[in-house]
Structures are given as structure tokens and as C-alpha cells.
């Protein structure tokens, strides 16, 4: 098999099904989109790279390919972005193209990648193919989606006194990973949504168009560094400070099953959990959930001063520590 | 410099100068772009894998930045598309983090992308940045541009009898390179254009322009795979054959130093030329020159039947050979 028969056989899989918005998809120089008028095109890329970001030993091929597009959705949904194709560029050691176990492999890489684009109504429009010059898989994804024009959700709209909310529940990502290095397996994937945070997240895509939609969040930022790295984030982007209350923190079922420490730990700087965290004025009547996902009030914003931390974490028993950045950063050697 | 570090730097080298389309840069979820009414968004994602489509030893860092860069341009150029702003991942081996030496290399590969994305107009609205999981440069990039809807330029348009174009020169490319690994030098960049193929290609962005303004092309192709290779693309797209007249092919200078047997296969299947190859109705008066750019014709168009093969070549003695798909094909082991 080689690169154009590894590209037609991705352009079969995934057709041009379900987008409007892609005029010309897989097969030119370019593909073209065409955006609904009134609408402003959001774009982000992530990278997807063995050893990096995932492992073969650990990971399935389902679950490499659905967090290689999750990692992008998520992205989009904190913008409160509607997902509207994607371009996946893919460099494949030649042992995954040339045997039968490596075409296995990246059939059901694709049998991942597609099930969670068929849920959010978008197809591969494109991409590039190669080998990769190591034994390594690599692959780099690119979302793009759409907002009403003025109306994307950023980073840099929280205000002082405005409520801090996350959705859903926290540490589960780094928790089902530790279980997963501990035992060292490749765990199935379950029938519950997010019952695997870590192998399977569940991208907010809905939570963040309902946000921009029902004009709820002034500000909005996604969990995928660990949040006390993305809170830093949006702290800085807003010109404003936070505090957390950590008894309010959401643990996932999975983080709750470890040490109390240990919990707090992949809850604050575990990462890969894939929320949202966002802000909205105090006045504003937030709802328990948000396209079927819980919503948690986890602190609140303040004015910046010289002498107040960015982030404080407010402990259970009242006392106030300066909460620092220790999430996922790729070059810090993590 | 960690990952945030590096970013910092690089939004700081490119500003967000020259775009009026990006409405948000680098540093929030997504990057926001505002395509002008009446057009359509194109999109093109190229890897520059080091190893693959470099070798750090022969290519130096400017190269590799200009080339990284140009690959996208090119294929925009290929339909037409005025560029928009690009996006770049890109995955580092520890050591180009934390040397001076490696750091150097990393400043000088922005140099060469910045100077190319600084003729064009567009910097870099995003993308990603990781460790390399091998000692190996990593980079993707994407590329966004524009086209008056519904004009884009596509390999699809060739109808039978409609004449066959090149820009520039053919095997330029491939000449430079097979000089590069005979002496094992890393070429300084020259100062003429045109004079370093395969180091620092000219994407023809400006041809592909005036071909859409002008309407002169029914079909169009970037040769970066060769033009045994592209042509055959193009053919299959428009559901037609090609009939290449091989003393009519412009020959790069540095291609006509190498043997006539050698030339003809740089020409032909060398690859990585970047110039474009295109259809235009017989009836067009095709400019000698577009965009500065030497125009010429190669050849034309015939109807497909089952006897005739998909390119058909025409030696200078009159005799017919088939002219078989020989360009770069990544999984093919060449």
C-alpha cells in the first residue's frame, strides 16, 4: 500500500459526508471551504505523536485516533465554535504500511478518528501522508470551525468578580492513565461516556456553543494542559486574578479512587481532561448543565495586584496558597 | 526556552503584521479569521519531515523554513488563491531546545520562513510545538488562502485539445540537489532568484493569480512530485490524456549541466520544481510571461480511449514512448 493508495482508501472511508461547508474535499492542491455567511472561520492544530502523546503498548488505535481529533474539537468548543472539517497529516513507520498487523493498526486508527467525527457532522477534507523518519507515528491535526462573526469565546473577557465554572469532572484523565501505566493495559473501550477520560474524551463541543449561543461566558479557555497551566492561561489573557475553592473542585470517579493527595494532584495539574473552564458574570443564572454535561461553580475572578498571586487555591480548611502553573508543557521535560 | 518560551518568540518575530484577515493570532484555544465577502477558504497542509524531506546536513536552517513554507504556497498558488496566513507545528529534538547551537538553527529556520511569508504578505496565525520523539526536526504546516468563489483553479478543467503549459523551468530541483550531495555542501543562498531550485524554490503565487484574474487556465497542478507524476494527477482529474513534447521542456540551467539521459529524468520525475503545470483552450493567446514568470507550452490535451496511454511522450526523433508515474511518491521507498 503505498501513499496514494493509503490516501484513497481514506478518501472512501470518510467520503464527503456530512459537510456542507466543504466544496472540494481530498484530491486537488487545496481543498475548499466555504463558510456560512455572517460567520468567522476558528483554526487550530495539534500535534498527535507517539511517545509524546500517547504510547502503542498503552493506547488502542481507536483511542490514538479519537484523541487525535478530540484534542482539535476541544479546541473548537472553547472557542463555542461549530466544527466544520478536518485535515489530518499522517507519518507512518514503514513497517505500519507495509504489514498486515501495521494496515490493522491504522484501519482502526481511522475506525476511531471516524466514529468521533461522525458524531460532530465532519469529515477529513484533507491532509498530507508520509513516511515518518523514525519509528514513531506522527501525526498533526487541524480543525476548523465557525462562529457567528464577533462572537468566538476567548481567553481574555474574564472581569473581576465574575464566577469561574468548569464542566464536567476532573483528574479522570490522568487517573485512568496512571491505572493504565500501573497494570500496563490497553483498557476497552467502555459503553458509558466518560468512563475512559483519558483513552476516550469527550470533546465539549456542545457545551461551548451553548455558551456562545445563550451569551453566558465572557471568557473560556480548554482543559487540556491541567488546569492550574490554563487557568494561568486565561488569568493572564483577562488582566485578572483567580481564586479556586478546592473543596468545590468536581473529581472524576476514577481520581476519586485515589489518594486524597493524589487526587487533588491530577484534578489541579493532571491535564488531558478535555473540560472547559470559563467565566461568567456573577449575575448570571448558570444552569446545572449544559448540553448534558454538569456545570461547576469552582471560585471566582478579582482584581489584579501586585501582591496577589495569579491563582490562589482556597483550602477546605480556609487557609489561601498561591497555586503555580505545573501542567503539561512539552520542552519542560515532564 | 520552554514550549511557551518558544511560542513567545515566535509570536514576537511575526506580529500580526500584514493580515488583516486574522482577527486573532497566536495565544488563545483557536485563531480567528475573517476570509473577505465573497470568497472561499482554501486549505493545504504539507509535513517537512527532517530525514524525509530534508537532511539538516545538506539544507541549511533558512532552507528548510523557506521550503517548509513554500510547499504550501506552491499548492496555493495552484489554484489561484491569494494566501491568507499560515499555521505552523512544529516538533523539536530536546537539544535544539536547550543548546545555544540548537537554538541558533531554530532562530535561522524562522529567518528563512519569515522572509518568504514576508514577500507574500501572511505570517503565522498558530499551530503547535512539541519535543520530538526522535532525533528528528518535525514540521507541519498549513496553509489558508483565498479565491473569488466558485474561481478556484482545480485539476479537473482540462477538456481535450486544450493546450499544456509550464512555468519557469523543470529539474532545476533535483539538478541542485544531486550537486549538493556530490560535494556534500550546503549551498549559501544567492542572491538571483531562480538560482538555488531546490534550496530556495519560488512558489509561482503570483502566476496562479493571473491565471484565475486573467481566466486563462481550464486546469491547474503545482509539480512538486515531478511531472510524470502531476501530470498523471491532472489527466485523471479532467478525464483526459497528454501528449508531452519533450523538446519543448524548459530546462533548468542546472539541469542542462547534467548529462541530456539525466537532464530528461530530473525534468521529468525529479520533483520538488514547484512550478506549475497547467491547461488553457487552444484559442487563448498565452502571455510569454505572467507574473515575470516564463510561460511555455509543452504539449496538450487529447480524449481518453482505451489504447492511448495516459501521457504520451513525443521524442525530438518523432517517435511515441508512454510516460510512466516515476515522481516522488513517499511510501514507495525511492
Known amino acids: 500500500m503505498r501513499e496514494l493508495a493509503l490516501i484513497e482508501q481514506i478518501r472512501r472511508d470518510f467520503g464527503s459526508a456530512g459537510s456542507r461547508a466543504v466544496a472540494l474535499g481530498i484530491g486537488d492542491d487545496c481543498a475548499i471551504l466555504r463558510p456560512p455567511a455572517g460567520t468567522e472561520v476558528l483554526v487550530t492544530t495539534d500535534f498527535t505523536l507517539e511517545g509524546r502523546h500517547f504510547r502503542r503498548d498503552l493506547h488502542s488505535p481507536e483511542s490514538v485516533g479519537h484523541r487525535c481529533l478530540a484534542r482539535g474539537l476541544s479546541d473548537l468548543a472553547a472557542m463555542g465554535a461549530t466544527p ?93 492513565l496512571s491505572s493504565m501505566l500501573a497494570h500496563n493495559v490497553n483498557p476497552a473501550k467502555g459503553s458509558k461516556a466518560g468512563e475512559h477520560p483519558q483513552t476516550f474524551p469527550e470533546p465539549r463541543v456542545g457545551v461551548g456553543q451553548a455558551l456562545l449561543r445563550r451569551k453566558l461566558a465572557t471568557a473560556c479557555i480548554d482543559i487540556s494542559d491541567g488546569i492550574s497551566t490554563d487557568l494561568a492561561h486565561l488569568c493572564r489573557s483577562s488582566g485578572v486574578t483567580a481564586e479556586l475553592e478546592q473543596a468545590a473542585i468536581p473529581l472524576h470517579p476514577l481520581a476519586s479512587k485515589l489518594s486524597p493527595a493524589a ?61 503555580e502553573p505545573q501542567g503539561w508543557e512539552h520542552f519542560s521535560g515532564r
Do not use: C, N
Request: hydrophobic fraction near 45%.
Open 84 to 176: 466544520m472539517t478536518a485535515f489530518l497529516s499522517l507519518a507512518l513507520p514503514a513497517d505500519l504500511v507495509t504489514t498486515a498487523k501495521g494496515r490493522g493498526w491504522i484501519a482502526r486508527f481511522f475506525r476511531g478518528l471516524r466514529s468521533l467525527a461522525g458524531r460532530h457532522d465532519i469529515t477529513l477534507a484533507g491532509g498530507d501522508t508520509a513516511q515518518s523518519p523514525a519509528d514513531a507515528i506522527l501525526a498533526d491535526i487541524v480543525l476548523l470551525g465557525t462562529a457567528p462573526r464577533g462572537r468566538a469565546l476567548r481567553r481574555s473577557g474574564a472581569k473581576p468578580g465574575d464566577a469561574l465554572y468548569v464542566t464536567g469532572a476532573l483528574g479522570g484523565a490522568a487517573a485512568e
Open 263 to 323: 487526587a487533588l494532584s491530577a484534578a489541579l495539574h493532571g491535564g488531558e481532561d478535555y473540560e472547559l473552564l470559563f467565566a461568567a458574570p456573577a449575575s448570571v443564572r448558570m444552569p446545572r448543565q449544559l448540553s448534558g454535561v454538569p456545570i461547576t461553580r469552582i471560585g471566582q475572578f478579582r482584581h489584579r495586584q501586585a501582591t496577589r498571586p495569579l491563582i490562589t487555591l482556597l483550602e477546605p480548611d480556609g487557609s489561601r496558597a498561591t497555586l
